[in-house]
């Protein structure tokens, strides 16, 4: 190691007032030597609101100029860095929540909904079936779920195991159902039933099509990785979960080995959807950093010819087809959105500037257009979470203003009549809830990128 240098140990006390702050490092450290020395040279500092705690803007400027990788771009003394940290403190915090300041029909949707999610649904889906079970049940199982969670209301809580209760269905896939009763286990402070409700995940897993890569198996991806983060902190037993998560990640690259080509071939599952490609990469690097390993060869093969078949145009990302043209991000709809998602995660997987411009790209692109509809996964809803999970990974209040203005638009379209019980109501209700507490917002892994198809059961003949 070369020599200690007082701008050396500046960046050493910046990352112990970091941990002081959150209670976390300011990166997602890997416990093998190597990799957290990689991710000590190249890893920026994750802003406050990636830890679920609420923008500090002026502090974290402090702290990300001593934590700069280049030691000419620290402060030149320590003196200097103690009074900036010091100014620095007495700002204030960004606001949390902007409960009071919603329009009045975002109000009255997302009341209606705590409403009904608390003492039943008197209507249908928009299939028909009662939402006393099934894909209804499950929607409100979530929504009751963090809801709860956002508003500390123990009632939501026992909703949420009643709705995930009666969402067993044979047309409901179990592993979706699963999940979130895990999660509601830990919620309560269950580990036994939390535990119980992992290992029924893990055996419906097994029912997902091994070709599904777009989409149950990559949500199922998804899912594990939050379990897996419950599960550590409740201190249960996360081998099991850990290694279906390995085996399942390295068998999606194995899988989606010949189709790696994004240029020649686009599609992994249905033609002509970019979603096939976003998914499984967005799943991928959800996983390995839950589980604080590097992504497979694969994946970054795949990510890295993304990046370079990205191109800009003014303010907004463009992306080559699979024929060779180049072509605007369709627009607007949830595969700008998913855009989003993936580079998100790629940024946050790896700390590559160039994955956070093309996610930042991506994100103009989903705040730009005029609301059409207010679908949870295609529509405008689908974007505000996009958004929002912009907002968690850079901390820019832009993109959670971006998030609101979205989830206002969606929620006028019932001003004026009852809400009635579908996907749209339900996730723009969603959507207006966890902005409530954007930086402890949480991604349907289940919903938002499926439309429902992700809670199917796989036909016995998919069945590895």
Sequence with gaps: PPRATFRAEQYSVAALVHYLLTG???????????????????????????????????????????????????????????????????????????????PSTGNRLLEDCLRKATLGWDGGDDDGVPATAGAGAFRLAWFSHRASLVRDDPCLLASAEVWASRAKTPATAAWSVEAVLA??????????????????????????????????????????????????????????????????????????????????????????????????????????????????AGWTSLIEQMAELGRSSGRRARTKAGSGRRARLPAPGWSSASHVLMWAAAYEQTGDARFRALAERAGRHAAEHAVRDSDFCRGTTGRGFALLRLYQVTGATKWLDAARRLADAAAARWHGRPVAFDNWALGTALLLIELEAPERAVLPAFSLAGCGHDLVIAPSSDID
Aim: proline fraction near 7%; hydrophobic fraction near 45%; glycine fraction near 8%.
């Design 183 to 296: 999660e509601i286990h830990h919620s309560r402070g269950d580990p036994t039933a939390q535990q119980r409700s992992i290992a029924a995940f893990l055996a419906a897993c097994r029912r997902i099509g091994r070709l599904d890569l777009a989409g149950a198996r990559s949500g199922a991806v998804m899912a594990a990785a939050g379990l897996l983060k419950s599960a550590a902190a409740a201190e249960i037993d996360c081998e099991p979960l850990t290694r279906w998560m390995r085996y399942t990640v390295k068998d999606v690259w194995r899988t989606a080995a010949g189709l790696t080509n994004v240029a020649g071939c686009q599609q992994l599952v249905d033609p002509g959807t970019e979603n096939d490609w976003t998914r499984p990469l967005h799943a991928t690097a959800q996983a390995c950093r839950a589980m604080a390993v590097p992504p497979p």
């Design 24 to 102: 976390l490092h300011y990166a997602d450290l890997s416990p093998e030597q190597h990799q957290l020395l990689a991710q000590v040279v190249g890893c920026p500092m994750l802003p406050f609101a990636a830890r679920g705690l609420p923008g500090w803007p002026r502090l974290e400027a402090v702290l990300a100029t001593a934590l700069a990788k280049d030691p000419a771009c620290r402060f030149e003394s320590m003196a200097a860095f103690g009074a900036a940290f010091e100014a620095a403190g007495q700002s204030d915090l960004e606001p949390q929540t902007y409960r009071g300041a919603r």
